[in-house]
């Protein structure tokens, strides 16, 4: 890594700790997926090890953050051993001023929905780079279909006034496959002047499984920035 470079992963390392240390004893933690919410998984598993926190168990949202907390020790569960997430940390896209989130970059929207809209306290860490005035001003929206449907759902949101795009893989032929098994449309639009609305009309599209627009489920949003070479955590 490069000098140049080094201030901006010890941003994120300090937006993940800042988010590691909002985790009480206890606790069931949703563990979200990418790389600032890879370094909370490693705080988080440091604060164990420590003994500073004892009895938090965690429940992944992708094979990464299983990989990741098994590596750094944090005990496994699953949505079907409990009965409540207390705190869920995770990444995203976009953030527009309303804390509505777009997700997906890496393909786990769908199972992040599920931990993260169940935790009684959702933690967004980001970086500043990730802040916009209107969700879709430059990431798409990822919608996970299932594979027989992709041609109908692909002409309903072009009726949308969508621009859609089949996600293929970088190093392998073919499309990116989700953990369930699905593929993945991302879908450009001019314009979300209603992303609540929106999030429900596409998951309504026979063959849509679930997409990557996130709507009144950020309890706190955590944000990385450099200045002057030095990293700094504010909250929205």
Do not use: W
């Not at 309303?98 to 769908?110: E, M, P, S, V």
């Not at 209603?194 to 489920?217: Q, R």
């Amino acid at each position: 890594m490069t000098a140049a470079a080094d201030p901006v992963k010890l941003m994120k390392q300090e937006v993940g700790k800042a988010a590691a240390a909002l985790v009480e004893s206890g606790s069931i933690v949703g563990l979200g997926t990418g790389s600032t919410t890879a370094y909370a998984i490693q705080f988080l598993g440091d604060r164990l090890k420590s003994g500073e926190i004892k009895d938090i168990v965690g429940v992944p949202t992708s094979f990464q953050a299983e990989v990741l907390s098994k590596q750094y020790g944090i005990p496994l569960t699953t949505l079907d051993a409990i009965d409540r997430i207390d705190i869920a940390i995770d990444g995203a896209d976009e953030v527009d001023p309303q804390k509505n989130l777009i997700k997906g970059g890496g393909a786990a929207h769908t199972r992040e929905k599920v931990v993260d809209y169940l935790a009684n306290r959702f933690i967004v860490v980001v970086d500043s780079g990730k802040l916009v005035d209107r969700l879709g001003s430059v990431f798409a929206v990822p919608v996970e279909v299932i594979p027989m449907a992709i041609a109908p759902v692909t002409r309903a949101i072009e009726k949308l006034g969508g621009k859609p795009e089949l996600r293929m893989g970088v190093k392998k032929a073919g499309p990116v496959i989700t953990d369930q098994g699905n593929m993945v449309i991302d879908v450009k639009f001019d314009i979300i002047s209603d992303p609540v609305n929106l999030e429900k009309t596409l998951n309504n599209i026979p063959g849509v499984l679930e997409n990557g627009i996130f709507v009144n489920c950020v309890d706190l949003v955590l944000i990385g920035e450099v200045k002057d070479s030095q990293p700094i955590v504010r909250q929205l």
